[in-house]
T-cell receptor, first 119, second 109 residues
Framework: DSGVTQTPKHLITATGQRVTLRCSPR?????VYWYQQSLDQGLQFLIQ???????AKGNILERFSAQQFPDLHSELNLSSLELGDSALYFC??????????????????FGPGTRLTVL | GNSVTQMEGPVTLSEEAFLTINCTYT??????LFWYVQYPGEGLQLLLK?????DKGSNKGFEATYRKETTSFHLEKGSVQVSDSAVYFC????????FGAGTTVTVRA
């Protein structure tokens, strides 16, 4: 058990709809990361939040957005869903202490994922 | 930018065989290097890591050494079991975690 929790485990919805995925990081971790894993694209980094603020952006579509709340949990919002958005969505967290250059604090711990199916 | 190139699979082995999965990286600075494993139907789990040159990470019989001179972090296990069947991802940190494409390993009894 990594200590990172994600809900829901499975989500089935229709095209055009909007869904929210939730992530709670490990106790004490300030950074939250979102990833998408699909068969054709592999594991893609979407976005990172650090202590409530966006820190890094990857291959995140404009239809997708995320936020991190004061209690450090994060939500990933996916809107105007398309069939191609069907994938596993993972959240990860790390301590990510500012100023380190490769120490153990940048290790990311992954949640079990949310499987999204768009019909 | 930083990137990871990982040996393509799939790899199929018999139980007790020796496993090597090659991983090379391109990076500026001194990133940490990681191997993650994803068992069927599960999320990614950290298998081992190394934070500086010549460090050896090890866990569950797996080992990998951070080789700066060859920019490599190859994963090895001397005697695999059926339970090692999984997808293995090499990754490096800084500025963000960059993953290889993953190598699917199947171990047959």
């Amino acid at each position: 058990d990594s200590g990172v929790t994600q809900t829901p485990k499975h989500l089935i919805t229709a095209t055009g709809q909007r869904v929210t995925l939730r992530c709670s990081p490990r106790s004490g971790d300030l950074s939250v990361y979102w990833y998408q894993q699909s068969l054709d694209q592999g594991l893609q980094f979407l976005i990172q939040y650090y202590n409530g603020e966006e820190r890094a952006k990857g291959n995140i579509l404009e239809r997708f957005s995320a936020q991190q709340f004061p209690d450090l949990h994060s939500e990933l919002n996916l809107s105007s869903l398309e069939l191609g958005d069907s994938a596993l969505y993972f959240c990860a967290s790390s301590a990510d202490t500012v100023g380190t250059s490769g120490g153990a604090s940048d290790t990311q711990y992954f949640g079990p994922g949310t499987r999204l199916t768009v019909l | 930018g930083n990137s990871v190139t990982q040996m393509e699979g799939p790899v199929t082995l018999s139980e007790e065989a020796f496993l090597t999965i090659n991983c090379t990286y391109t990076a500026t600075g001194y990133p940490s290097l990681f191997w993650y494993v994803q068992y069927p139907g599960e999320g990614l789990q950290l298998l081992l890591k190394a934070t500086k040159a010549d460090d050896k990470g090890s866990n569950k019989g797996f080992e990998a050494t951070y080789r700066k001179e060859t920019t490599s972090f190859h994963l090895e296990k001397g005697s695999v079991q059926v339970s090692d069947s999984a997808v293995y991802f090499c990754a490096l940190s800084r500025p963000k975690l960059s993953f290889g494409a993953g190598t699917t390993v199947t171990v047959r009894a």
